[in-house]
């Protein structure tokens, strides 16, 4: 049944129907209304969960941490500060393999503080082991939500879903949730083999020394590697059930001969649907959507590029000194490909800065314009003499 | 191989034990079995410690049959030992030492009360026959243990009643008839072959019995009053102290002066003064070359009596002269009018001995009608003369055996000193039986003989942290009017009190159960058994894992537990 | 591991929550107190552990000396994984009780926080605090818990200072500000007492809370053998005071019979070596001041006092020779 839904509401709904043991949130804009909406379900009766309101996101991820460990599905959520001051725990969670899922609602990251949507938070935490993934519109956030907990309990590793914050927490679609016996369906209850039982009394959480720290990072490694084809089958059994994929690690959008193409992430990519949709005028360019951020598709990638003399990889975050993160991923992906195309970077939409989709259009004549990486939509005259 | 990494780096239970902490160790903690105090200063080498630890576990049968393996007379010597067990009470350094005496004569009159027999040692009968020569503390304890080790024991005495100096020189007010009837009633009925009326010299010679049996032990006592003069002068009807106190003993008399001053720091010497001030004698006057006990007398300078005793003599009025001798009799014709005192010390005498010497200048005068000498006994030597050869003790070695003669032992008041032992108490006597049995049971099997020797504990060994103060039981004396002649004058605990002093021993040197080491060991390394432990504790250690931190045996209540290097 | 049916190991009469085999140095202090706390509390548990020297000496992989399930996290956490593992059982009907542990670092310092969230949230958590009073894992450096006057790596006495200059910060008041139903203190000297005061905090549905004072021979300066008497003095002469707290009221007190003076405490250790220079005045002045401090604590808990404390269960452990403290 097809609904009018906030984006924040629909991921409540959504991750209400995967039956959270433990959720665990500590307010912040633009995540807010997920927990809000979580905290309505509960105090509703509609969701069964120990909702534990804790005293910051620090506490929030250490929560779900615990109680991933003591083998309850266990969700949280935050942004921007708040996935910064998780990150110690971040990393924590992966190391012991815990399949805990969190939504970050992407947020710039101060100082200056902003509290509107760019990626800076979840590249921040790129190296955590986590498996990020990103929604281009609410109805792949609710689809990835659900998905989200199947592909971490199967991988037994976390996974963040990254939704633009306001573009798409903020902003009401038309949208199905899933009922909840397809949920059911598709996502069985949670066990964890390694769950704190006084009947076996393990202990999580040792100290590895330099003996073994290697292999545990190869295994981390191998671990986030593996999970592709986790994301891939999660994704099909999915679209079987519902009909409808998320975007497996990528789609490949736009006519086949096109020359240039356009990678983004997130929301981006709904603006430049709609953009290819209604602009028939301009360049035929290729649009690839890049789902898994972590693991990085290689492979896919470079399928995704066949055929490309320039490529535009899409940053909406950038590692000053050096320029846009995902652009410098991009190129070390496809480095050594035969017939590579060129690729270009730019970084657009920074802390919430509008993107039309007459961007579309600029994008695709950025290859022509032959320059280095640049925040494409920023305004010279802005600047002064600040620099 | 090494062990492969698995998902998270997780740990199965407990699976340090594959870590031996053990080889950080230097030293390692040990059970040290030391002696207590108690059992050090006992002349009669029980341990009280052993048996009022089974106090405390509420076993009185048990606890006095610990106890008779050492002294079958236990409710005797509860009464007439001066007790130095509770003079090296560690617990005399914190508050006040154990009533040990009062519970050990607690213990016997149980055993006589209940009729508790002897616990038997297990062997089988030995062939060879002992002589024991007197039916005192020393050959009733020499007897005893003979029987127990399964010898054939025939046991001499001169007297038609067994008892020795216990009937003859100590009065009933001290020690109740009743209670050396059935003491020595119940040791004889070991199978032990009494012949009363049988004096050595007299009705048999030593060389019948050396010939008749395979070893003999001579617990004679010391029968002959030391000759006693002052510069050569002695009163005309002198009487000896000991002679007085037989007599009374036996028939009830005793001479009545008006004034009377006896010569001597011993037993008899108070016994016979409290006598005789009971008796009616106005003035009694002891005066003794030893000092009383107190701040300024060292130990080996004290007079040898119980304290207790002491305090109630000069209770009932009996004045005492310490640190004196008699200098010069009075006389009158023949007759003594007084006496006249002068003041000395045990003072070294530069060659690593002590004298005593006097101090002129400080000579008093008593005005006194008789004199009696109580200044000791010695061996008399009867058909003793060929081992005796003049001198006035036997000398033996550390089990009793007479120096020059394999196969004759002698123990009690008979023999002369050896270093380490005491003299001259019945708990002395009894120690000197108990050794003799060993030295007589070695010769016979043709061993060495043999003692247990274990170090001593001190005091600064105890932690004091877990003990708490707690004062001393309160034993009843007769009240001064109601003493007489016959009636005892110290009442023994009752149960309640002597089962709650027990509880205040200190256990010194051995495990009392606390678990201490077992509930204060960082490393889980102090294991608790169900079982007694080889070491006689319900603890090991582990040394797989034992750190040698030495906590256990830092907090060992009872120094139990000692450090010792580790190899 | 390594055991028979008839090893001694496995037939002991309590139950070990910390096996041997752990890694903490000779006398350790906190290995005794998680030692205990662990037999207390039985094996129907879930631990968690804020980092720091108990979690490094216990589980050193693929090794663990822990018999109940354990889990650790980060230095500042342990409390809130406590929560989320407490949540966790809520959620699944389970009813173990939760445990939380760390040194005063984790719990004084930078786990403050995540403590006072999970007692204000009302876990079912049972929160034990190993009091060692410095960071020790990281070689002795000063932490709020810290004695005035004390000596660590970064409070050194020298020409300008004499040790730690702060107060040892009142956690206890802190943590009953809270309004939870029971807060305590113990010390590793009266095993008895902290026993009794796990299994209380056991049968409370709620947040609990243990501050145990723990000796660290390596930190403190003093020798492993001397842990206890090191603790027992802390306690008598009232620097470290064992209370009960009921819902933020005090509701009983271990008096001290004979209450001993600082010095005899602060003598057994070099940490406190700088207070007895001869020659320096200011070492008289801290000493003077600790005991000050020592003599505030008696007096706002009462420790000392005429007559039975009604309150008073235990007294000190003793092996009770002597008989009972009072008739």
Redesign the interface.
């Known amino acids: 049944m097809l609904e009018a839904l906030e984006g924040s509401a629909a991921v409540a709904r959504a991750v209400a129907r995967c039956r959270p043991g433990v959720v665990a949130a500590y307010p912040i804009t633009p995540q807010t209304h997920i927990v809000e909406n979580i905290s309505k379900l509960v105090a509703d009766g509609k969701l069964h969960t120990e909702l534990v309101s804790v005293e910051s996101e620090f506490s929030a991820a250490s929560v779900a941490l615990g109680a991933s460990a003591a083998g309850s599905r266990a969700y949280t959520a935050s942004s921007s500060q708040g996935i910064l001051l998780m990150t110690e725990v971040l990393f924590n969670i992966s190391g012991m393999r815990l399949p805990v899922v969190l939504t970050c609602a992407n947020r710039a990251i101060g100082a200056p503080i902003n509290i509107w949507n760019d990626h800076s938070d979840s590249m921040a935490v790129r190296d955590c082991g986590w498996i990020q993934l990103h929604c281009a519109d609410n109805q792949e956030a609710v689809d990835t939500s659900i998905q989200a907990f199947r592909i971490a309990e199967a991988a037994e590793l976390p996974v963040m879903v990254c939704m633009d914050g306001f573009v798409l927490t903020h902003t009401l679609e038309t949208l199905e949730i899933p009922d909840q016996d397809m949920v059911d369906q598709y996502l069985p209850p949670f066990h964890f083999g390694r769950m704190l039982d006084p009947r076996n009394p393990l202990s999580l959480g040792t100290l590895v020394g330099p003996e073994y720290f290697s292999e545990t990072r190869h295994l981390a490694h191998q671990a986030l590697l593996d999970a592709a084809s986790i994301i891939v089958d999660a994704d099909r059994q999915w679209q079987e059930l519902s009909g409808r994929s998320a975007g497996g690690l990528l789609t490949v959008e736009g006519p086949k001969d096109a020359r240039i193409g356009v990678l983004a992430m997130g929301s981006l990519v709904s603006t430049f649907r709609a953009a290819m949709e209604g602009t028939q005028t301009s360049a035929p360019g290729r649009l690839i959507n890049l789902r898994a951020f972590r693991p990085l598709p290689v492979d896919s990638l470079r399928q995704a590029c066949d055929g490309l003399s320039d490529l535009v990889v899409v940053d909406r975050a950038i590692s000053p000194g050096f320029g846009g993160v995902l652009g410098g991923e991009i190129r070390a992906a496809l480095s050594g490909m035969t017939q590579a195309p060129r690729i270009h970077n730019v970084a657009i939409g920074l802390g919430g800065r509008d993107v039309p989709m007459e961007m579309w259009g600029r994008l695709l004549n950025v290859p022509a314009e032959d320059a280095g990486f640049r925040i494409l939509d920023l305004e010279p005259a802005k600047l002064g003499d600040a620099s | 191989m090494p062990t492969p990494m698995n998902r998270g780096a997780f740990a199965q239970a407990g699976s340090s034990l594959a870590f031996k902490t053990g080889t950080w160790r230097s030293a390692k903690p040990v059970h040290v079995h030391a002696t207590a105090p108690c059992h050090g200063a006992c002349p009669a080498g029980e341990d009280q410690q052993a048996w009022l630890a089974l106090l405390q576990e509420g076993k009185p049968q048990q606890a006095w049959e610990r106890l008779v393996t050492t002294n079958p007379l236990p409710a005797i010597s509860g009464r007439v030992c001066p007790h130095p067990c509770e003079s090296a009470c560690n617990r005399g350094q914190y508050d006040q030492p154990i009533a040990i005496h009062g519970i050990e004569r607690w213990l016997g009159d149980e055993a006589i009360r209940h009729n508790w027999p002897y616990p038997r040692r297990a062997g089988d009968a030995r062939p060879e026959r002992v002589a024991v020569v007197g039916a005192g503390p020393a050959g009733l304890s020499a007897a005893y243990h003979l029987a127990q080790r399964k010898f054939n024991v025939v046991l001499f005495d001169s007297l038609p009643e067994p008892g020795g100096l216990l009937r003859s020189a100590i009065p009933p007010t001290r020690l109740p008839r009743s209670i050396i009837d059935a003491e020595i009633g119940r040791l004889l009925s070991l199978g032990i072959e009494f012949r009363p009326r049988t004096a050595l010299g007299r009705d048999v010679s030593l060389d019948d019995l050396r010939s008749e049996f395979d070893a003999v032990f001579l617990g004679i006592g010391a029968g002959k009053s030391r000759h006693w003069d002052v510069d050569g002068a002695v009163p005309a009807d002198l009487h000896e102290g000991l002679a007085l106190l037989r007599e009374w003993l036996a028939v009830g008399a005793l001479p009545h002066p008006n004034a009377v001053v006896i010569h001597g720091g011993g037993n008899t010497a108070v016994d016979l003064a409290r006598i005789m001030r009971r008796a009616g004698v106005r003035d009694v006057h002891v005066v003794t070359a030893s000092g009383l006990p107190g701040p300024g007398t060292e130990s080996d300078d004290v007079l040898n009596v119980v304290p207790r005793e002491l305090e109630q003599a000069i209770e009932e009025g009996v004045q005492f002269h310490p640190h004196r001798t008699i200098n010069r009799l009075i006389m009158r014709g023949s007759k003594v009018v007084g006496v006249e005192m002068v003041r000395l010390k045990k003072l070294p005498d530069g060659n690593g001995h002590k004298a005593r010497v006097s101090f002129e200048g400080t000579e008093t005068v008593l005005h006194v009608d008789m004199v009696v000498p109580a200044i000791g006994e010695v061996v008399d030597p009867t058909g003793l003369e060929a081992i005796l050869r003049q001198k006035d003790y036997l000398g033996v070695d550390r089990f009793g055996q007479v120096n020059g003669h394999p196969g004759l032992f002698a123990g009690g008041d008979a023999r002369d000193g050896i270093k380490g032992h005491s003299s001259g108490t019945v708990s002395a006597a009894i120690g000197d039986g108990r050794r003799a049995a060993e030295g007589i049971d070695a010769l016979l099997s043709g061993r060495d003989a043999d003692e247990e020797k274990r170090p001593a504990l001190p005091y600064t060994a105890l932690n004091l942290s877990y003990y708490e103060s707690s004062p001393r039981i309160e034993l009843s004396t007769l009240p001064l009017e109601k003493r007489d002649d016959s009636s005892e004058i110290e009442g023994g605990p009752n149960t309640v009190d002597a089962l709650a002093e027990a509880q205040r021993c200190f256990s010194c040197g051995n495990c009392l159960a606390c678990d201490n080491c077992w509930t204060l060991c960082p490393d889980n390394a102090v294991l608790k058994t169900m079982e007694t432990a080889s070491d006689g504790s319900h603890y090991l250690f582990d040394y797989d894992f034992c750190k040698g931190c030495g906590l256990c045996a830092k907090e060992c209540p009872c120094g139990f537990i000692a450090m010792s290097e580790d190899e | 591991?390594?055991?028979t049916p008839n090893d001694?190991?496995s037939?002991?009469?309590?139950f070990?929550g910390?096996?041997?085999?752990?890694?903490?140095c000779?006398?350790?202090?906190e290995?005794?107190a998680a030692?205990?706390v662990t037999e207390a509390a039985g094996?129907?548990?879930?631990l968690?552990?804020a980092t720091g020297c108990l979690?490094?000496f216990?589980?050193?992989?693929?090794?663990?000396?822990?018999?109940?399930?354990?889990?650790?996290?980060?230095f500042?956490?342990s409390a809130?994984?406590?929560?989320?593992?407490?949540?966790?059982?809520?959620?699944?009907g389970r009813r173990?009780k939760v445990i939380a542990m760390g040194g005063d670092g984790g719990t004084f310092d930078i786990g403050f926080?995540?403590l006072?969230?999970m007692l204000?949230?009302m876990h079912n958590v049972l929160y034990v605090c190993y009091d060692n009073e410095a960071y020790m894992n990281t070689g002795i450096q000063r932490s709020s818990s810290t004695p005035h006057a004390a000596m660590t790596t970064t409070s050194p006495p020298g020409k300008e200072r004499m040790g730690k200059r702060h107060l040892k910060k009142d956690l206890l008041s802190i943590i009953a500000a809270h309004h939870i139903p029971y807060a305590a203190s113990a010390s590793?000297a009266y095993?008895q007492d902290l026993r009794r005061k796990v299994r209380r905090a056991m049968e409370i549905d709620g947040p609990t809370f243990l501050l145990v004072h723990s000796p660290c021979?390596l930190g403190w300066g003093h020798?492993?053998?001397?842990?206890?008497?090191v603790a027992?003095l802390a306690v008598q002469c009232g620097l470290f005071p064992l209370v009960e707290l009921e819902r933020g009221e005090v509701a009983s007190v271990m008096p001290l019979r004979q209450k001993a003076p600082v010095t005899e405490y602060l003598r057994l250790q070099t940490r406190f070596r700088h207070l007895f220079v001869d020659d320096d005045h200011r070492a008289r002045e801290e000493r003077e001041h600790l005991q000050a401090l020592a003599d505030y604590n008696v007096e706002r808990y009462g420790l000392t006092g005429d007559g039975d404390d009604p309150f008073d269960a235990d007294g000190?452990?003793?092996?009770?020779?002597?008989?009972?403290?009072r008739a």
């Open positions: 591991m390594n055991q001694p190991r037939r002991q009469p309590r070990r910390l096996e041997a085999g752990h890694r903490a000779q006398g350790c202090g290995a005794l030692r205990l094996p129907d548990v879930i968690t552990n979690e490094v216990t589980t050193s992989w693929p090794q663990s000396a822990w018999r109940v399930p354990w889990l650790h996290s980060l500042e956490n809130a994984i406590a929560s989320g593992v407490e949540a966790a059982l809520k959620a699944q173990s926080q995540a006072s969230g204000e949230r590793v095993p021979p020798d492993g053998s001397e842990t206890i008497q027992r000190a452990d003793t092996v009770r020779r002597g008989g009972p403290a």
